[in-house]
T-cell receptor, first 114, second 115 residues
Framework: NAGVTQTPKFRILKIGQSMTLQCTQD?????MYWYRQDPGMGLKLIYY???????DKGEVPNGYNVSRSTTEDFPLRLELAAPSQTSVYFC?????????????FGNGTRLTVT | GQQLNQSPQSMFIQEGEDVSMNCTSS?????WLWYKQDPGEGPVLLIA?????ELTSNGRLTAQFGITRKDSFLNISASIPSDVGIYFC???????????????FGSGTQLTVLP
């Protein structure tokens, strides 16, 4: 199993550009999440999904969109990139929402908006 | 929202030394988790704690769920070079129904182990 795979690893965007961060998992997990990690800060939840076709906002959703057309994929879309979106983005998945179902994280996408 | 204070922010220790880090919260949590993040990778779960007062070990790592439910500690004994990384605590608030989407993360402790 590859686990959670994120692409690209690095990206530089100009202000106003758009891009999609890809995330796929091969563990047949129902739950998927997008977090951002800023220097000196804890991970913040952007969006999450409890299954194909279902998404919901997390703590910091503004400026982002997601979709979940399949169980495996959970892409994160930035429509109009802003410098405040410079961050490291982590996708994660879990089998269920329960306390005994740990999060499995991808290796992250480092995004710089200039 | 919930806030977690994690300290210290960074530590430089000699190989073989023990290290301790902690997280405190203004709110009561019913679950405490400790993650490690290696450079260029995502966080990996080290230890999960579900009960106040619980003390759990994973090899050279030991973590405790504070009696007040507002804090947790992680100790690493006899550090080795591969312990280098960022250690994060995370908590789930009381009555959150065990939801991973309701995790609050600490800001991390950057650990450097000197040979």
């Amino acid at each position: 199993n590859a686990g959670v795979t994120q692409t690209p690893k690095f990206r530089i965007l100009k202000i106003g550009q758009s891009m999609t961060l890809q995330c796929t998992q091969d563990m047949n997990h129902n739950y998927m999440y997008w977090y951002r990690q800023d220097p000196g800060m804890g991970l913040k939840l952007i969006y999450y999904s409890v299954g194909a076709g279902i998404t919901d906002k997390g703590e910091v959703p503004n400026g982002y969109n997601v979709s979940r057309s399949t169980t495996e994929d959970f892409p994160l879309r930035l429509e109009l990139a802003a410098p405040s979106q410079t961050s490291v983005y982590f996708c994660a998945s879990s089998y269920s929402d329960g306390r005994n179902s740990p999060l499995h994280f991808g290796n992250g996408t480092r995004l710089t908006v200039t | 929202g919930q806030q977690l204070n994690q300290s210290p922010q960074s530590m430089f220790i000699q190989e073989g030394e023990d290290v301790s880090m902690n997280c405190t919260s203004s709110s009561i949590f019913n679950t405490w988790l400790w993650y490690k993040q290696d450079p260029g990778e995502g966080p990996v779960l080290l230890i999960a704690l579900y009960k106040a007062g619980e003390l759990t070990s994973n090899g050279r790592l030991t973590a405790q769920f504070g009696i007040t439910r507002k804090d947790s500690f992680l100790n690493i004994s006899a550090s080795i070079p591969s312990d280098v990384g960022i250690y994060f605590c995370a908590g789930q608030a009381l009555y959150s129904m065990g939801s991973a989407r309701q995790l609050t993360f600490g800001s991390g402790t950057q650990l450097t182990v000197l040979p």
